[in-house]
Antibody, heavy 121, light 106 residues
């Protein structure tokens, strides 16, 4: 059974930094691209970042480009999201999501339960 | 690519046939997927690549469309189907979601 478990969400001050982690199990992690998707309180889903199976081709939403960095460690079956210069607009539930494809152009077939990031002074 | 869903919300009764539309700002070549999201739960994939039913999902859900226009249909609404539904394109980066359609009890 596929499991995605996010961690690292906390309350952080504006301008601060944070690192989210996602541990995966139940599938051949090396064979799939992975994403981060977020949902601000009371709003819809927003795609944040993609990393392909081999760590290549990271891509980002315009709203986080230059501030967030996605990475992965296939030995640890984990992905990460380094978040810098956080602002109140980054307050959201952050989901770790598995792509059904190698290259990242597929649907999001498994989601974690999410980890909350709150940016507030 | 901008994704626009209609309606933004709808009220329906158990047993009703429900249709939700999703329009892309340009051709996305059927790289269109549908998700169901309930409060406090992770979103769930229903339909991928416009018309393929995700394993384990009830056959009362179906998808159709091509080019820029896509539709999610629930053939006979069940109590557990009251939720928010999102479309999403994976044709190009950045991946984008529609704004969501809330299906409420009439």
């Amino acid at each position: 059974e596929v499991h995605l478990v996010e961690s690292g969400g906390v309350v952080v001050q504006p301008g601060g930094s944070l690192r989210l982690s996602c541990a995966a199990s139940g599938f051949n992690f090396d064979d799939y691209s992975m994403h981060w998707v977020r949902q601000p309180p009371g709003k819809g889903l927003e795609w944040v970042a993609l990393i392909t199976w081999d760590g290549g081709g990271p891509s980002y939403a315009d709203s986080v480009k230059g501030r967030f960095t996605i990475s992965r460690d296939n030995r640890k079956k984990s992905i990460y999201l380094e978040m810098d210069n956080l602002g109140p607009e980054d307050t959201a539930l952050y989901y770790c999501v598995k792509d059904r494809s190698l290259g990242g152009s597929g649907s999001f077939d498994y989601w974690g339960q999410g980890t909350w990031v709150t940016v507030s002074s | 690519i901008q994704m626009t869903q209609s309606p933004s919300s709808l009220s329906a009764s158990v047993g009703d046939r429900v249709t939700i539309s999703c329009r892309a700002s340009e051709n996305i070549n059927s790289y269109l997927h549908w998700y169901q999201h309930k409060p406090g739960k992770a979103p769930k994939l229903l339909i991928y690549t416009a018309s393929f039913l995700q394993s384990g999902v009830s056959s009362r859900f179906s998808g159709s469309g091509s080019g820029t226009d896509y539709t999610l249909t629930i053939s006979s609404l069940q109590p557990e189907d009251f939720a928010i539904y999102y479309c999403q394109q994976s044709y190009t980066a950045p991946r984008t979601f529609g704004q969501g359609t809330k299906v409420e009890v009439k």
